[in-house]
């Protein structure tokens, strides 16, 4: 079965470890794409901020809701 994983959140590090907590509590996997510390990494800078947090596409309903919330969360 192929899998595609969907960009559903981009934000600084420590706002989207939030998000990456409650996905984790709702048995939720998901991926994190951090290009500023893999450029670190390889030895050559990045511009930015934002971290990006992928989920499954057949994860996406059950994720929506806590996504939504979260969003809601943060911008109050």
Do not use: R
Not at 14 to 37: A, C, F, M, S, T
């Amino acid at each position: 079965m192929e899998s595609t994983h969907v960009l559903v959140f981009s934000e600084s590090s420590i706002i989207v470890k939030g998000l990456e907590i409650q996905l984790k509590d709702n048995n939720i996997g998901y991926l994190i794409k951090d290009p500023l510390n893999s450029g670190v990494l390889a030895g050559f800078g990045s511009f930015g901020k934002s971290v990006e947090l992928y989920i499954l596409q057949t994860d996406l309903d059950k994720a929506t809701p806590i996504i939504e919330a979260y969003k809601a969360e943060i911008n109050s």
